[in-house]
DNA sequence: GGTCGCACTACTGTCGACAATCATACATGC
DNA sequence: GCATGTATGATTGTCGACAGTAGTGCGACC
């Protein structure tokens, strides 16, 4: 008898996807550079952190590899890798590089109209909205890119998402690269308002606007230029951790999952 | 004495960019997969290829983790990795993320009103239109393949490069995957025609329209809808390789080059 | 006093080897 | 005859070790 969950014209036997060691520690490293416990421009201690992950420094540096490409590590012969510094100069190909992406993910919802993926991105919305109300800079900055990750994960195609969730990586190294620290802005939820109102207009030349303008105020707060210009917005700052020797978690196998 | 060519004001000395052996391994294997000497679902022999290119097993797989990142490799634990499948259900959700790229530089370069960008762009165009005169259906598959890097190559953004690069080559793997073989329109000129007169009129919106009909098109051709309506269009076929045991290049370490 | 040179230390880059795993072919039983 | 089980071969995944290299601190020399 089969489960109940399982639908009747499903395949017998849904391919099952393991992920490897490889998979589990470059996760790892991900979320260790997107939660600052590794720092920007600290070198990758390989055989520490192999031992901190319980694993060799064979697979540790092949899932590094991976970041490589990703561009959130930097290789340099001789001097191992390091985690990569998203300075003010790199900002404007950063942020267009999400133009392209997010506005695409919109205008991709907004053609198909498709009105499950808009619900997506207004669950989203909402979660920032309740987390803007405190003032945990993190959990906001977090909810800031859980939406536009959101935004393009609702467009369902594999190729933006993975440009995405590494965008978001990056646009977080350019958080912790900035001298400022880490800054958000109080009034970080009447962008998004723009994008989430021209989602539910259909309006996909609107929805490419507010994306560009939000990219735009992005930019200038982490350059500080509306400080140099005088202009006041209201920001929370989170007070510098103690940037200690981080200890990442062990890779423990997971069972089987289903791909 | 300086070199003639150096410019007076740059700095004494350039910052020198020495590519790592995973570096020349990795460009060797995208190489390889590109001109079709490691076929599509082949697996790579790590032994045999590492001992073709003079390197280790190590450096290989970690070079070789770089594409899975890609997604040209794809690596299933106990099974190594093989050469990514691009088959017919990917086509809309490559060629889609190809429209997000290539509208978005089209739109960058118009909206910068930049002449040299669209240069450069024009000179790939003449070197396809001079290619598809011919019959070598591989020739014109490089050709076009050049004008659409050249196009999101001259929007100057390190991204969206990064991110063709890597579409151009699945692009290639999408026509080795297709059971049709190697082909390629013969008006593939004309639709190109359309993305260069909308770049030199400055109109971003045509350039997105042009782009947009051009991967439909390549899509159509791709999944052969065009043939089960009935529609005829000219073609050239690139009569299928021997497939034979292609031997890789060993790698050789260049001397010091500028960044 | 500053600069150059040298030795020491720590780390990376690479290699070969071993064990575990998977695919294949063959033999066996129903 | 078909399915099941088994043995074999090849290949991957992982590890430890070694050599080469960059960084660091100290000392000597100009």
Chains 1, 2 share one sequence.
Do not use: C
């Amino acid at each position: 008898m089969p489960h109940p969950s399982a639908h009747r014209n499903a395949p017998a036997v849904l391919r099952v996807h393991r992920p490897s060691t490889v998979d589990l520690i470059a996760t790892e490293l991900r979320n260790a550079i997107y939660s600052g416990a590794l720092a920007v421009r600290s070198p990758l201690r390989e055989v520490e952190i192999a031992r901190q992950l319980g694993v060799s420094r064979s697979p540790l540096r092949e899932a590094a590899q991976r970041l490589v490409q990703e561009g959130l590590l930097t290789a340099k012969p001789g001097q191992g890798m390091r985690v990569a510094v998203v300075g003010e100069d790199r900002l404007d190909d950063l942020f267009e590089a999400r133009v392209a992406v997010e506005t695409h993910a919109a205008r991709m919802i907004i053609d198909k109209h498709d009105g499950a993926a808009v619900a997506k991105v207004q669950s989203a919305f909402d979660h920032l909205l309740r987390t803007a109300e405190g003032n945990d800079a993190r959990a906001i900055g977090d909810a800031d890119l859980d939406f536009h990750f959101a935004l393009v994960d609702a467009a369902d195609n594999a190729h933006l998402s993975r440009y995405m969730s590494t965008l978001v990586v990056e646009t977080r190294l350019a958080s912790f690269s900035s001298k400022r620290g880490y800054v958000v802005r109080k009034d970080i939820t009447q962008s998004h308002h723009g994008i989430m109102a021209a989602l539910q207009d259909w309006d996909a030349e609107a929805a490419a606007d507010a994306i560009r303008d939000h990219m735009v105020e992005a930019v200038d707060r982490l350059t500080g230029v509306l400080e140099e210009r005088g202009v006041h917005v209201e920001t929370v700052t989170e007070e510098p951790t103690p940037a200690g020797a981080y200890a990442l978690g062990p890779i423990t196998q997971p069972l089987t999952e289903l791909s």
